[in-house]
């Protein structure tokens, strides 16, 4: 190729890549150029548009699988510390735009990084701002796009992954539980966990001093407990009282149970009380009435007897006969 063809296309397609490096000969410019667009003709390549806007314009989806109360400055300093060390939000959040509303965009992956952004912005920081990407979802497909994103992560609790199942097999799948672990591509009984975890009655999930503190491994060992009516009182009645505990502690009045001790004492509360031995019956002798006398008393095949160390010997021995003729009669 000629270098004045080159220069005829270097004009025409300028604009199409600035991040060539200065040093790269012109025709594999041109190159990667036809390449790149041939990619986006065939569809072979996606080009994503991404924003950055303020915080405020977005709110949480409804059905966003992370409890956006639970969020703190404590539990997202990670991001916060992260974020401000490479001055900008790494990776986009996901969003659906509205239209008619208060708010511009509906957040479907991303509640932490939103947190994150408004602290910085509130705090101190306002050069920052929400990086997203804007997508067209279904309710379903937002569903399955955010249990992806998130269903590794140790920052999203059981409890708060299984209340979103709960509430999406009723929604999307029509309470068909191998219908939703097949769009999921999980296992049923991976599944039935944590369905049974959000299934827990409320009392259980107060013993915790946080519901974020629930495993789906504790619902599986007490659902079998709480299905005996017994049982489950009386793990329910230990329940409210490690309830209370909490409520205190966190008015400052005490510390927290911890999580192990909370779930030790809830299964030990489901075993039966170990009976008190049965104390024998005891009959009183005197010589006569009103007297103090001596206390009899039947074990098995052995007598017992029991006087005051200061009882006189004439009340010693009428009692004592009397016990004698109580015993020949």
């Not at 789906?216 to 005996?228: D, M, S």
């Not at 009183?284 to 052995?302: A, N, P, T, W």
């Amino acid at each position: 190729m000629s270098k004045k063809h080159d220069a005829i296309f270097d004009d025409v397609l300028s604009g199409l890549d600035k991040s060539a490096a200065s040093g790269e000969r012109t025709g594999a410019r041109f190159l990667k150029r036809s390449t790149a667009i041939g990619e986006r003709i065939s569809g072979e390549r996606q080009e994503k548009t991404l924003h950055l806007v303020d915080p405020a314009r977005c709110r949480m989806w409804e059905r966003h699988n992370r409890d956006y109360a639970l969020l703190t400055e404590e539990n997202c300093r990670d991001l916060i510390d992260g974020i401000k060390a490479q001055g900008q939000q790494e990776f986009p959040a996901i969003v659906r735009r509205l239209e008619g509303e208060e708010h511009e965009f509906e957040v479907i992956c991303g509640a932490r990084r939103h947190f994150a952004v408004s602290w910085l912005r509130a705090n101190n920081y306002p050069q920052f701002r929400y990086l997203v990407e804007v997508r067209d979802l279904t309710d379903e497909e937002a569903f399955r796009l955010a249990d992806i994103e998130n269903r590794d992560r140790e920052d999203i609790s059981d409890y708060e992954r299984a209340v979103d199942y709960a509430e999406a097999i009723k929604l999307y799948y029509g309470g068909a539980q191998k219908a939703m672990a097949e769009r999921l591509e999980v296992s049923p009984p991976w599944l039935s966990r944590y369905l049974t975890l959000a299934k827990m009655p409320e009392e259980i999930l107060n013993a915790f001093a946080s519901k974020r503190d629930i495993r789906e491994r504790h619902a599986r060992a007490l659902k079998p407990l709480l299905g005996n009516p017994e049982q489950a009182q009386a793990i329910l009645e230990e329940a409210a009282f490690l309830a209370r505990t909490q409520q205190k502690a966190a008015k400052g009045q005490g510390g927290y149970v911890e999580v192990a001790e909370v779930f030790r004492r809830l299964k030990a509360a489901a075993k039966p009380k170990a009976k008190a031995p049965k104390v024998a019956a005891g009959k009183l002798f005197v010589r006569s009435k009103g007297e103090r006398g001596i206390m009899v008393k039947k074990q098995g095949k052995q007598i017992s007897m029991a006087f005051d160390a200061d009882l006189s010997e004439a009340s010693l021995r009428g009692a004592f006969e009397n016990y004698l003729k109580a015993r020949k009669s």
